[in-house]
């Protein structure tokens, strides 16, 4: 079984910045790739960025030039280092995490991101 884990979210002010990040653990063999969703209130899960095992990235519109998504220093890890946020940018945060031999996707719990003055 493979757990997916995130941490990092909170509330910040219009502008700041939030570090959000994730970690895969159990029985891994290689991920094919992580990445990042959301689900604001009332609307569906969208993508906000993904990273595969080899560094290629990709980022929703609404987020390009204000977040990056990162591999960590530890294996099976990945943050999203979100700068000026904005109030649209508050929903729930998913990190995600494909494997690379069943392709199947495991899915964190979700942390929360609200962004308000």
């Known amino acids: 079984q493979v757990q997916v884990v995130e941490s990092g979210g909170g509330l910040v002010q219009p502008g700041g910045s939030l570090r959000l990040s994730c970690a895969a653990s159990?029985?891994?063999?290689?991920?094919?790739?992580m990445g990042w969703h959301r689900r604001a209130p009332g609307k569906q899960r969208e993508l906000v960025a993904t990273i595969t095992s080899g560094g290629a990235t990709n980022y929703a519109d609404s987020v390009k030039g204000r977040f990056t998504i990162a591999r960590g220093d530890a294996k099976n890890t990945v943050y999203l280092q979100m700068n000026s946020l904005i109030p649209e940018d508050t929903a729930v945060y998913y990190c995600?995490?494909?494997?690379?031999?069943?392709?199947?996707?495991?899915w964190g719990q979700g942390t929360q991101v609200t962004v308000s003055s």
């Open positions: 159990g029985s891994i063999i290689s991920i094919k790739g």
């Open positions: 995600n995490a494909e494997m690379d031999v069943t392709s199947r996707t495991y």
